[in-house]
């Protein structure tokens, strides 16, 4: 029987293109070799796709983009092909795909623009739509919705590039509005890269701007006190989710470098919470995760206040894969190593496009 041929993507255009790397190198080597053929494929931070035949291990160093036996690569769009064009001493070659699995975060990769192109070539794919990626990648979009569906999210305001001729009188509106301290968060960017801390006017203003570096939206928070939980929702028509996790974070919050450099923080699964609290978080998460037209996988994460108010944070749609990352953590806990997380993964793609397709 032939194998399935899977195509893994990982880099890309992305301030978490490093943190893909690791975790692509994760899932490549939980993938059952004995089931599946995989296609190793690489975008560069500048944009440039590779096909890449040469040692996983090559992957999470950053080795892999100068492997000689690399070769120019682009999955076209148009379902004829099927799959991935390379491009080997001036010849071109299709190489048959039958679903792909996009280990790429942030930008260009959990927004829904390479979505966009796996629809339009009516490949199966791991993870969320096009509407649903971009709608959670956009924290400002997706405040909009929660709070329009009575999910509790915290108070917030929205700064443009082109609200920089009056950036000091915003900064007081939201000052007086929100209170001191505040998080500023680039809105769209994962893995608390550009996330800032403001204690005065002042400090507001530089991490907007270092907002501004990351992207042309910048999202102001109020500053929650309170337990840092997350949930890891699996799943199409019927999702379930796990059991609650805590973050104790050794930084001031759990920042990139402790999710994914230092790993110093306490992780607790399960929480150190009542059953009560549990059942709400969980609840919560799969409320968010159908009116977020979540599907596949996600990981949600909250805030547990000093009053039992549960917030929602964010969702990520294309959550970590490293060997510290919470999402296949939370899914071992119920059982599912990461080998048959991974395999699950792939088929229920393949299930779910056969329908939609």
Request: with cysteine.
């Amino acid at each position: 029987m032939a194998k399935i041929r899977v195509a893994v993507l990982f880099g890309g255009v992305s301030s978490e293109h490093d943190v893909s790397l690791i975790s692509a190198e994760n899932v490549i080597r939980s993938i059952p070799k004995e089931k599946y053929e995989v296609l190793c494929i690489g975008i560069t931070k500048k944009g440039r796709w590779l096909y890449f035949p040469g040692d996983i291990s090559e992957i999470s160093t950053g080795a892999w983009e100068q492997n000689p036996d690399c070769t120019a690569a682009i999955l076209s769009p148009d379902p004829l092909h099927g799959g991935i064009v390379t491009m080997e001493n001036g010849e071109t070659f299709i190489k048959k795909v039958d679903v792909v699995f996009p280990v790429l975060h942030g930008r260009n990769g959990e927004d829904g623009r390479i979505q966009g192109i796996f629809e339009m070539a009516r490949i199966p794919y791991v993870g969320c739509g096009v509407l649903s990626s971009a709608v959670c990648m956009d924290k400002g979009m997706t405040h909009t919705v929660l709070d329009y569906n009575g999910i509790q999210t915290a108070k917030w305001a929205c700064v443009h590039q082109r609200d920089l001729n009056k950036l000091d009188e915003k900064c007081i509106a939201i000052a007086e509005t929100l209170g001191f301290p505040l998080f500023v968060k680039p809105a769209n960017a994962g893995s608390s890269v550009g996330v800032n801390k403001a204690t005065d006017l002042d400090s507001l203003k530089d991490a907007i701007q270092i907002g501004f570096t990351h992207d042309e939206k910048v999202i102001i928070e109020e500053f929650i006190e309170g337990r840092e939980l997350e949930v890891a929702v699996f799943g199409y028509d019927a999702p379930f989710a796990s059991y609650v996790g805590e973050i104790e974070p050794a930084a001031e919050f759990y920042d990139y470098d402790d999710k994914y450099v230092n790993g110093t923080s306490k992780l607790y699964i399960p929480a150190r919470i009542s059953e009560q609290d549990s059942d709400r978080i969980r609840e919560t998460a799969l409320r968010a995760y159908t009116l977020l037209g979540c599907k596949g996988l996600s990981r949600v994460d909250f805030f547990l206040s000093k009053n039992s108010s549960i917030i929602l944070n964010e969702v990520n749609t294309l959550p970590g894969f490293t060997s510290i990352s919470m999402y296949p953590k939370l899914m071992e806990h119920l059982g599912m190593k990461q080998e048959y997380l991974v395999d699950k993964l792939i088929e229920q793609a393949m299930d779910n496009a056969a329908r939609t397709y």
